[in-house]
């Protein structure tokens, strides 16, 4: 079975400055990727996703995800942050099943951002 | 309007009450999930139906039944609520293939007392 792994339950970052957000997966076959992130009072809105090809993958709001197979990775980075940042991010592993993806979470990082 | 909407947004209720949480999405997806989502935990699959006459279990079904009305609508009621469940419930759908993202609706907070 599939897992994810967000060792950093808490981040807190400058405005302005880097951010990069871990995450591990485990699964047995080429593995679909997802970077999802959830506003205050919000639902789920997907930031990127990683299929194949190209390891380096970018999504919206400036945000960029390195899958890298041998370290069982898909970390997400951003250059600079900014203050409307500030909110939890899921990483997602796909497991293909019936012609879909079912996903299975890691457990968050909420992210803050100091002003 | 929303594509993934869900009602009702909040829910306070008593412990061994019957629920239902209802889900509609307009984007034409064939496959529809419930997420349950609490502090610490992440979000965890409680079912999930690829078609009309296709429900499948998920990883926390236990006290949790589902019911797909037609393509659209995608319904999770607990039928005596107890105070574990209290919780923010997601509906997400998405279209065929692995590649293929899931759309989340805004979620309903529900508090079994």
């Known amino acids: 079975a599939q897992s994810v792994t967000q060792p950093d339950i808490h981040i807190t970052v400058s405005e302005g400055a880097s951010l990069e957000l871990r995450c591990n997966y485990s699964?047995?076959?080429?593995?679909?990727l997802f970077w999802y992130v959830q506003s205050p009072g919000q639902g789920l809105q997907l930031l990127l996703k990683?299929?194949?090809?190209?390891?380096l993958v970018q999504g919206i709001k400036g945000f960029e995800a390195e899958f890298k197979r041998s370290q069982s990775s898909f970390n997400l980075r951003k250059p600079s942050v900014h203050w409307s940042d500030a909110a939890e991010y899921f990483c997602?592993?796909?497991?293909?099943?019936?012609?879909?993806?079912?996903?299975?979470f890691g457990t968050g990082t909420q992210l803050k951002v100091e002003l | 309007d929303a594509d993934v909407t869900q009602t009702p947004r909040n829910r306070i209720t008593k412990t061994g009450k019957r629920i239902m949480l209802e889900c509609s999405q307009t984007?034409?997806?064939?496959?529809m999930y419930w997420y349950r989502q609490d502090p610490g935990l992440g979000l965890r699959l409680i079912y999930y139906?690829?078609?009309?006459?296709?429900?499948n279990k998920g990883e926390i079904s236990d006290g949790y039944s589902v019911s797909r009305q037609a393509q659209a609508k995608f319904s999770l009621s607990l039928e005596s609520a107890i105070p574990n469940q209290t919780a923010l419930y997601f509906c997400?759908?998405?279209?065929?293939?692995?590649?293929?993202?899931?759309?989340f609706g805004p979620g309903t907070r529900l508090t079994v007392l």
């Open positions: 997400a759908t998405s279209d065929y293939g692995g590649r293929n993202e899931q759309f």
């Open positions: 699964y047995g076959a080429t593995p679909y």
């Open positions: 990683y299929f194949s090809g190209d390891t």
């Open positions: 997602a592993v796909g497991a293909l099943e019936g012609g879909g993806n079912k996903l299975t």
């Open positions: 984007k034409g997806h064939d496959r």
């Open positions: 139906s690829f078609d009309v006459k296709d429900i």
